[in-house]
């Protein structure tokens, strides 16, 4: 299990309020606080594996470059046979400790959720902040809702997960490089204005 952080990753850098060019259609930025779970079925368990996320969580493992949700619960698929599971952050290692009881005997189970930080993006204007340092694409005819990819941005690794239509992204990195990245992103958001909060 990872050691909490004594403050967000972001506390300095993130400062409510507006910020870059004045519109009426800002880019939301916010920093939800989430528990992330790494997990990875040992071999020859995937299907027992799958079962008992159905059984657990309400939903299948979703296939690569993809995420699902079911009641407060996201899954999304990392790399071949390893997703994360992510909900709103709860009482410290209540995730990790549900997936564990879930997955006893089919799954290696790992709490990342004070080793990376979520930032969500949402707005007309979210997915060409995006695209200015984002190599996915991002167009609604090949990344839309429920779609996830792992990508470089910023110089920093990056998981992207489109949530909705709006367009809405959860932007997932380790929390050392978190600040970084907001820096990045603080001045691609400016062009276009942007409201943190």
Known sequence: MSAPEPVHP?????????????TTT???VTLPARDIVQVMPRRGREAAFAAAMRAAFGMDPPGPGRATSAGDA???WIQPTAWFL????GAEGALAARAAAAFDGLAAVED?????????????????VLSRGCRVDLHPRAFGPGRAASTTIAHVNCLVHQFDDAPGYDLVVFSTFAESFFEWLHHVASEDGAVIG
């Open 86 to 89: 992510c909900a709103p952050r």
């Open 10 to 22: 972001l506390a300095r850098a993130a400062v409510p309020g507006p910020f870059g060019a004045a």
């Open 74 to 76: 996201t899954a999304i």
């Open 112 to 128: 990342q959720s004070h080793g990376r930080t979520t930032i969500r993006i949402s707005g007309p204007t979210a997915r060409a």
């Open 26 to 28: 800002p880019l939301r």
